[in-house]
């Protein structure tokens, strides 16, 4: 977690190490307090304009900033991050500070893409084997004797052979 206050009127952002390593800013420098430019340089390009739109909106609006986006780190590694402030106005009207923190979340995006990557490959293989599959889930009395079922997931070979679509998420005697 790193942490920034930004004093918009002088365009000076005071931020902690963390916050500075993470978007490639001397954390000297940082401390001391660097123009917005220096930060936003670290964000992936193709996050710079959503991001800069998000911050307009919320010097406009006053709610809260939460946005996702990357930063560039060195090697040509990616770094995911989370970052949520709060700005305050002047007497004026018009937004004076901005701060908040921001969290590295490269591990959990890491996590879900793999998660992703891996249901992919199993939705594929379910799909295309030619054996008529399905995945159900039994429902038992108070006796513990099984009463019906309901279907989970079904390729599309099982609809084939056995004639019935559109049944998962069903019970059988809703079926039948």
């Not at 001391?32 to 919320?58: M, W």
């Not at 889930?137 to 099982?158: C, H, Q, S, V, W």
Request: charged share 25%.
């Amino acid at each position: 977690i790193g942490l920034w206050q930004w004093d918009v009127r002088a365009d000076r952002v005071v931020a902690d190490e963390r916050f500075a390593r993470l978007y490639g800013v001397d954390p000297a420098r940082a401390a001391k307090g660097a123009p917005i430019a220096e930060f936003i340089g670290g964000v992936h390009p193709d996050d710079r304009t959503a991001l800069t739109q998000l911050i307009t909106r919320v010097f406009e609006t006053g709610e809260p900033f939460a946005c996702e986006y990357r930063l560039l780190q060195p090697g040509d590694r990616i770094r995911h991050v989370l970052a949520r402030g709060q700005v305050t106005f002047g007497d004026d009207g018009k937004a004076a500070h901005f701060g908040g923190a921001t969290i590295d979340i490269t591990d959990q995006r890491t996590a879900e893409l793999a998660l992703r990557e891996s249901q992919s490959r199993y939705q594929s293989l379910f799909d295309s084997i030619d054996a008529g599959f399905c995945i159900i889930e039994m429902k038992f009395d108070e006796t513990g004797a099984p009463i019906d079922y309901r279907f989970l997931e079904i390729n599309p070979a099982f609809e084939r052979q056995t004639g019935l679509s559109d049944a998962q998420g069903k019970w059988m005697l809703d079926i039948a």
